[in-house]
Every structure is written in structure tokens, then in C-alpha cells.
């Protein structure tokens, strides 16, 4: 069904599309799918975040998934979308569901499907899944799965606790739930590690106070003001379904996730090794970080499923995206905003991320990065970026080409250090540049330089 499309995390929707005879039919084929694997008769998770109609979503899917015979384990209440990978793991389930639209609008909402490993399928799994499409079938009544009430959290949170065995004693933490599923979760888990937890947004509200659960710098000015006004040692903000992280510390007030990931990074090399995976929009600075300590890093495209199959290859210490998605090794091979703020706070308590960051900055150089978007109909993206990765000029602005990577659109490394990356959207009809260099001037001489080269293309 032309309707229903699984993109980078899941098929999200306006709720005019995303309708329950849809939802039944994404039910009928993930158990088709089970099927086919040969997990027909194990059980699935089900959850769901805090929007109106998550809930009532859930239950149809888990109404259909145990009529194909899967017993379902649905959470009492809404929940963080890692929760739903970690019991999957844990408890050795077929897979699970998830009823979010993570940071989208109230107006929005959306499902994501875990298989077994916890992890974000690849897209042969997802299209599978959407050639399953169809109508429900019911087995026997007699046939069919049970639907029981579980505890989905306390679980992760002992696990997040085992994993980094943190102590903070001491650390005042301000925490924004966006009004989303992580409310007493996350903040729940900083306290039972010691902090002293000031919560913001912790109230359940499916509008989300009138703006979209995205911890993005703009939507978290509150939380920045929180943390100077109250003296707190950081402030930590998860998205709708708390699988995402924005942090904020008093003297840089929103930090670049870029810069989140080299300083968790740093922190996570001085007790243990392994490499690093990031995407190609991500920061070099990962880069610089790991060849100081003697590692590694894998570059993947864009898009977290690429970051977790990478990191379960590559056995890595962490792996992440520019976008706040981050794991760790030891845990889910999934993006987890609720262990991503222990970690955080973890780093905070043993040295300040500021003075982290401004020692990685000292030590590496400066990094600024940003991005733009190019309109470009879903229909000519191919076509586009082929064109291009076959005449890109030799130099950009007015420094010379060293390498293109074409892992994900077209990337240019430029003899400076700095680069400049074209690639196609997964969720509009644009193209986005992005570029990294030592300064914002050069960054935004590298972005218009980039849009140059692509325009006439479009």
C-alpha cells in the first residue's frame, strides 16, 4: 500500500493517514514476517509513547499480532522506545512494535518495528514487512496468543545502572521530558544514581506543550535557563520516546551533539577501547578523538540502523549521529536517550563536559558544522547525485578535492581538513548540504559553494 512506507525509523504519518484499518494491516505483516523467519509462535513486545492515540493504537496491533498466535507483552503505561528493544534482547522475543512519532508533531504518530536483535531493521526487513501488507486474518480463537500487562522499565534501568555503574553523589542535573514517555524514567534513573534531579516538562501532555518533543537547541532555551538559574551541574532532554538526547552544561548552553559524542567518547576511552562509529554527517572530531587513544573509526550512511548493524560488526565502544541517537558497547544495538543522560551525567561527575570539550578543542582544533536543504522532487535524487558524484568540480571554495566518498549522496574531502557532503533526504523532497570546517565563516562559504554545485543540477 502506496500509504505505508517504512523510512529511516519506522512509517510515521498525519493521523488523517495513519489510521487503525493501516495499523491492522502493519500488524498482519509483521506477524506474516515472523512467520517467515520461523519465529511464528514466540512472543513480541508492543509499546507505545505518550501521544492520545498511542494506546489505542497498541492494543490494535496487539489485538492482531495475537490472533496470528504471538503471545504480547504490552507496557502498562507509555514507555521509552528503547525499553521495547531491551526486553526484546532480554527476554528473547521474536521481535516488538513500537506506536511512536518520536519528535513529529502532535498531529503525527507512527510505528517502528524491532526483529529480534533489538536493533533497527535493514531495509530488506522492512520490505518484506511492506510487501506483507494486507488485510488481518484471525486464527482459531483457540489458537491465539494472550495479550498480558508487563513492566517494560524497571528492567532497562537496572541494566543502565549494571552497565555504567555510576555514582553521583553531589551532581545536580536538570531534566526536560518534552512532556514525552521519558517523564519518570530518566529522571527516575539519575536519582536512584544519586543526582539531585530538577525536573522540567515532567508532566504527561500529548500535545507536548504546543511544540514538537524534538530536543533541538531552539525548543530548549527553558531547559538552558534551568540549569544557569538553579546552579545545576547539566541539564539532559529526551524526545517524545526518549531514544534521542539533548544536553546542555552552564557555560555552552545547548551542546552541539557533535560535541556531546567526542566528549562521551573521550570519557568512555580513559576506562576502556574499542573504536567508534559515526555517519558520514558526523563530526571528524570523533575521528581525531579515537586516533590520539589508537583506535578506529567506521563511517557509515546516514541513519541509525547503519550505526547499530556497525557497531555490533565492528564490536565498538559507541556509535552515533550528529542527530543525538547514541549507544554504547553492552548494551541494546539501539539508540537510547534514557542511558545516553547516566552517561552524560556519569561523564559530568568525573570531569566537567565543558572542560572536557574545551581540552578536545585545545588539543584537535576547533570544529563548526552546519547544513542547508536543496529542493529536489523524491523522483530526481538518484539522478542528481549521480550527476554529481560523476562532475564534481576539483576545488571548493578555493581549496582542492582530496577524495570523494560516495557512501551516502556525495562527499567531498578538501585538502584543509574541512568537508562538504550532498545527500538526499529520507523524510522530504530536498537535498541536504552539510559542511565541516574550523570556522562558521568557512562553513557558510562551504555551504553556498555547495549549493552552487547543486542547484543546476535539480
Same mark, same amino acid.
Given at each position: 500500500?502506496?500509504?505505508?512506507?517504512?523510512?529511516?525509523?519506522?512509517?510515521?504519518? =498525519?493521523?488523517?493517514?495513519?489510521?487503525?484499518?493501516?495499523?491492522?494491516?502493519?500488524?498482519?505483516? =509483521?506477524?506474516?514476517?515472523?512467520?517467515?523467519?520461523?519465529?511464528?509462535?514466540?512472543?513480541?513486545?508492543?509499546?507505545?509513547?505518550?501521544?492520545?492515540?498511542?494506546?489505542?493504537?497498541?492494543?490494535?496491533?496487539?489485538?492482531?499480532?495475537?490472533?496470528?498466535?504471538?503471545? +504480547?507483552?504490552?507496557?502498562?503505561?507509555?514507555?521509552? =522506545?528503547?525499553?521495547?528493544?531491551?526486553?526484546?534482547?532480554?527476554?528473547?522475543?521474536?521481535?516488538?512494535?513500537?506506536?511512536?512519532?518520536?519528535?513529529?508533531?502532535?498531529?503525527?504518530?507512527?510505528?517502528?518495528?524491532?526483529?529480534?536483535?533489538?536493533? /533497527?531493521?535493514?531495509?530488506? +526487513?522492512?520490505?518484506?514487512?511492506? *510487501?506483507?501488507?494486507? #488485510?488481518?486474518?484471525?486464527?482459531?480463537?483457540?489458537?491465539?496468543?494472550?495479550?498480558?500487562?508487563?513492566?517494560?522499565?524497571?528492567?532497562?534501568?537496572?541494566?543502565?545502572?549494571?552497565?555504567?555503574?555510576?555514582?553521583?553523589?553531589?551532581?545536580?542535573?536538570?531534566?526536560?521530558?518534552?512532556?514525552?514517555?521519558?517523564?519518570?524514567?530518566?529522571? $527516575?534513573?539519575?536519582?536512584?544514581?544519586?543526582?539531585? +534531579?530538577?525536573?522540567?516538562?515532567?508532566?504527561?501532555?500529548?500535545? /507536548?506543550?504546543?511544540?514538537?518533543?524534538?530536543?533541538?537547541?531552539?525548543?530548549?532555551?527553558?531547559?538552558?535557563?534551568? +540549569? $544557569? #538559574?538553579?546552579?545545576?551541574?547539566?541539564? !539532559?532532554?529526551?524526545?517524545?520516546? *526518549?531514544?534521542?538526547?539533548? &544536553?546542555?552544561?552552564?557555560?555552552?548552553?545547548?551542546?552541539?551533539?557533535?560535541?556531546? /559524542?567526542?566528549?562521551?567518547?573521550?570519557?568512555?576511552?580513559?576506562?576502556?577501547?574499542?573504536?567508534? !562509529?559515526? =555517519?558520514?554527517?558526523?563530526?571528524?572530531?570523533?575521528?581525531?578523538?579515537?586516533?590520539?587513544?589508537?583506535?578506529?573509526?567506521?563511517?557509515?550512511?546516514?541513519? /541509525?540502523?547503519?550505526?547499530?548493524?556497525?557497531?555490533?560488526?565492528?564490536?565498538?565502544?559507541?556509535?552515533?549521529?550528529?542527530?543525538?541517537?547514541?549507544?554504547?558497547?553492552?548494551?541494546?544495538?539501539?539508540?537510547?536517550?534514557?542511558?545516553?543522560?547516566?552517561?552524560?551525567?556519569?561523564?559530568?561527575?568525573?570531569?566537567?563536559?565543558?572542560?572536557?570539550?574545551?581540552?578536545?578543542?585545545?588539543?584537535?582544533?576547533? !570544529?563548526?558544522?552546519?547544513?542547508?536543504?536543496?529542493?529536489?522532487?523524491?523522483?530526481?535524487?538518484?539522478? &542528481?547525485?549521480?550527476?554529481?558524484?560523476? *562532475?564534481?568540480?576539483?576545488?571548493?571554495?578555493?581549496?582542492?578535492?582530496?577524495?570523494?566518498?560516495?557512501?551516502?549522496?556525495?562527499?567531498?574531502?578538501?585538502?584543509?581538513?574541512?568537508?562538504?557532503?550532498?545527500?538526499?533526504?529520507?523524510?522530504?523532497?530536498?537535498?541536504?548540504?552539510?559542511?565541516?570546517?574550523?570556522?562558521?565563516?568557512?562553513?557558510?562559504?562551504?555551504?553556498?559553494?555547495? $549549493?552552487?554545485?547543486?542547484?543546476?543540477?535539480?
Amino acid at each position: 500500500m502506496d500509504a505505508i512506507s517504512f523510512g529511516t525509523s519506522g512509517w510515521r504519518a =498525519t493521523l488523517d493517514v495513519f489510521t487503525a484499518p493501516r495499523v491492522r494491516m502493519v500488524g498482519q505483516a =509483521t506477524a506474516d514476517y515472523l512467520d517467515d523467519v520461523g519465529s511464528g509462535d514466540e512472543s513480541v513486545a508492543i509499546g507505545y509513547d505518550a501521544r492520545e492515540t498511542s494506546r489505542g493504537f497498541a492494543e490494535e496491533l496487539a489485538r492482531v499480532v495475537a490472533a496470528n498466535g504471538h503471545d +504480547v507483552l504490552l507496557p502498562a503505561r507509555d514507555c521509552p =522506545t528503547p525499553m521495547v528493544a531491551h526486553a526484546i534482547v532480554t527476554r528473547d522475543l521474536a521481535g516488538g512494535l513500537v506506536v511512536t512519532a518520536s519528535h513529529n508533531p502532535p498531529e503525527y504518530n507512527g510505528v517502528k518495528f524491532f526483529p529480534g536483535n533489538g536493533s /533497527f531493521p535493514l531495509p530488506d +526487513v522492512t520490505e518484506a514487512i511492506e *510487501a506483507n501488507l494486507r #488485510e488481518p486474518v484471525a486464527a482459531p480463537e483457540a489458537e491465539w496468543g494472550t495479550i498480558r500487562e508487563v513492566d517494560l522499565v524497571e528492567p532497562h534501568l537496572d541494566a543502565a545502572m549494571a552497565l555504567l555503574a555510576p555514582d553521583l553523589d553531589g551532581l545536580t542535573v536538570v531534566y526536560d521530558a518534552m512532556h514525552g514517555s521519558g517523564r519518570d524514567v530518566t529522571d $527516575r534513573l539519575l536519582e536512584r544514581a544519586g543526582a539531585d +534531579v530538577i525536573c522540567l516538562h515532567c508532566e504527561r501532555d500529548p500535545d /507536548f506543550g504546543g511544540t514538537p518533543p524534538e530536543p533541538s537547541p531552539d525548543r530548549l532555551q527553558a531547559l538552558v535557563e534551568a +540549569v $544557569r #538559574e538553579e546552579g545545576a551541574d547539566l541539564g !539532559v532532554a529526551n524526545d517524545g520516546d *526518549a531514544d534521542r538526547i539533548g &544536553v546542555v552544561t552552564p557555560e555552552r548552553g545547548f551542546l552541539d551533539e557533535n560535541l556531546f /559524542f567526542a566528549a562521551a567518547y573521550d570519557h568512555l576511552l580513559e576506562s576502556d577501547t574499542g573504536p567508534a !562509529v559515526r =555517519t558520514v554527517s558526523t563530526t571528524f572530531l570523533i575521528d581525531r578523538v579515537a586516533q590520539a587513544h589508537g583506535e578506529e573509526v567506521i563511517e557509515t550512511a546516514v541513519g /541509525f540502523k547503519w550505526v547499530a548493524d556497525a557497531v555490533r560488526e565492528h564490536d565498538a565502544l559507541m556509535g552515533g549521529e550528529e542527530s543525538g541517537q547514541f549507544t554504547i558497547r553492552g548494551h541494546v544495538p539501539t539508540k537510547d536517550g534514557v542511558l545516553m543522560a547516566l552517561l552524560a551525567a556519569t561523564a559530568e561527575s568525573e570531569r566537567r563536559i565543558d572542560d572536557r570539550v574545551d581540552a578536545l578543542l585545545a588539543e584537535h582544533g576547533n !570544529v563548526h558544522q552546519d547544513k542547508v536543504s536543496v529542493d529536489c522532487p523524491d523522483s530526481e535524487k538518484s539522478r &542528481v547525485l549521480a550527476e554529481l558524484e560523476g *562532475a564534481f568540480p576539483d576545488a571548493i571554495a578555493d581549496r582542492s578535492v582530496v577524495e570523494i566518498n560516495p557512501t551516502d549522496g556525495v562527499k567531498a574531502l578538501l585538502d584543509d581538513g574541512s568537508w562538504l557532503l550532498i545527500r538526499p533526504s529520507g523524510t522530504e523532497p530536498k537535498l541536504r548540504v552539510y559542511a565541516e570546517a574550523g570556522s562558521e565563516r568557512r562553513v557558510d562559504e562551504l555551504l553556498a559553494a555547495g $549549493r552552487n554545485v547543486v542547484e543546476p543540477l535539480v
